[in-house]
């Protein structure tokens, strides 16, 4: 069936393609890829097809064992592909916070090192800047960025504070609250000019699935990415890519045998250095790989560039619609270089985490919002429409005359906790 993604003549059969094969949005205005991507019936297909095989054949008989094998090798040939990397340049992880972790827990940094990250990180990039200051004496350099800035503004701001002490630069792609797109390459030309020890390690959350990547173009030194986000696959995978020359410098933090060249019982030890793999522990979900190489498949069969425009697009519109409404403030990044498919907007004085609910209750829209600025925050993927966004926008006008529903408290159970978490 993915095939048939591939087959479709046009990019709109393609979007209409996947818009009828992703069940969710038969009753729901899913506008939330960016927290989780729903399931398309492919993907899910591969993930049954999976769990079928080890419920009949056993999960370690020889057929079975020998098609796991094949199937890791094929996820990190397929994460290869969709980065723009080498197969051996690709760890299994559980997600991306995962693959940040091993690469800030990995490289050797030292009391006065510099870290630079930027103001509009998710948690699971700032968190670890900080242990790297609590844990490693390293000098933390927060880049305050505004969705407004353009990508030459970026840059200045890098250059203020990248310099010979710096050793670890931490961004995000696409950031999760303003979904301003950074000026990858730039930045990391700029740390690499400023010292010959500085890596950058970018958060791509927000990037797999949504807008093309080639790591070896940009010279990333390392990049970590989920499956469940804008790739649409099962929740609980991704995959860390390190550049070739870099693999040898970071310490697998955790570690098992795949971290070991050789051992005997005897005291005799040699680490596994160059093999990406080191960092991989034991056992990784059959059924998980299965969905993951699927809704890599789908994504790829869908044109990387052809995904970044419709979904640039969308926000687009939904920037000019929005606009129209009095009392709206669109908080998220507009402009043509620094634009993606996330939307966000503070509506007067509601409060976004009640409007998003209420969204849910009134319009049947998924959506999230970002506390940092009592916004709401709708991810524009290929399958939504422009009718999902105007009736996304009428509810909004809806609830800025009336207010919120009562009944829409229903539709934020631990919501709080939950944002927090993701
Ligand atoms: C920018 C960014 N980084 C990291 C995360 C956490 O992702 P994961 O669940 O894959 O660790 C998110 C989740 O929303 C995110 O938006």
Redesign the pocket.
């Known amino acids: 069936m993915v095939n048939d993604v591939a087959h479709a003549t046009t990019h709109d059969a393609r979007w209409a393609w996947l818009r009828a094969h992703t069940p969710v949005l038969r009753d729901t205005v899913y506008m939330n890829c ?2 989780q991507g729903p399931l398309s019936e492919d993907v899910a297909h591969a993930m049954h097809e999976w769990i079928d095989s080890e419920l009949t054949l056993g999960p370690t008989s020889r057929p079975l064992l020998d098609a796991r094998i094949a199937l890791g090798a094929r996820y990190r040939e397929r994460a290869a592909a969709l980065l723009g990397a080498d197969a051996d340049e690709i760890a299994i992880t ?5 693959g ?1 972790n091993f690469v800030t827990a990995g490289l050797p940094i030292a009391p006065g090192d510099g870290v630079v990250t930027t103001g509009v ?5 700032i968190v670890p800047a900080y242990y790297l200051r609590e844990r490693r004496g390293a000098t933390l350099h927060i880049v305050p960025l505004g969705a407004d800035d353009s990508p030459g503004a970026i840059i200045e701001r890098f250059a203020a504070v990248c310099d010979a002490r710096t050793r670890l630069v931490i961004i ?1 792609g ?3 609250s303003t979904g301003q797109r950074l000026p990858l390459a730039e930045i990391v030309a700029l740390a690499h000019r400023a010292s010959p020890q500085a890596r950058v390690l970018v ?1 791509g ?2 990037t797999a699935g949504h807008e093309p990547l080639d790591v070896h173009a940009s010279g990333v030194d390392a990049y970590a ?2 499956m ?2 804008w790739l649409c696959g099962p ?1 609980g995978l ?1 995959a860390l890519y390190v550049r070739h020359d870099r693999i040898a410098e970071l310490e697998p933090a955790a570690v098992s045998g795949h971290a070991a060249a050789s051992y005997d019982f005897n005291g005799n030890f040699t680490p596994e250095r160059d093999s990406i793999q080191k960092f991989e522990l034991t056992t990784v979900s059959g059924p998980l790989l299965a969905g993951g190489v699927t809704a890599i498949d789908q994504y790829l069969a869908s044109g990387p560039l052809a995904v970044w425009d419709r979904v640039r697009a969308l926000t687009a519109l939904a920037g000019e619609r929005f606009a129209r409404i009095p009392g709206v403030t669109v908080t998220s990044a507009q402009g043509d270089s620094t634009r993606s498919g996330l939307f966000a907007f503070q509506a007067g004085d509601l409060d976004a985490q009640l409007l998003a609910a209420h969204l849910q209750f009134a319009a049947r829209a998924v959506c999230r919002s970002v506390r940092e600025f009592n916004a709401v925050r709708l991810s524009l993927h290929v399958y939504n429409t422009p009718d999902e966004i105007e009736a996304v926008a009428k509810a909004v006008e809806a609830a800025l005359t009336h207010g919120i529903a009562p009944e829409a408290a229903a539709f934020v159970p631990n919501f709080a906790r939950a944002v927090k978490e ?1």
């Open positions: 960016g927290w559980d997600n991306t916070t995962h940040l990180e998710h948690p699971s990039g995000s696409v950031s999760f958060d959350a927000q990415i989920p469940h986000k929740g991704g993701t």
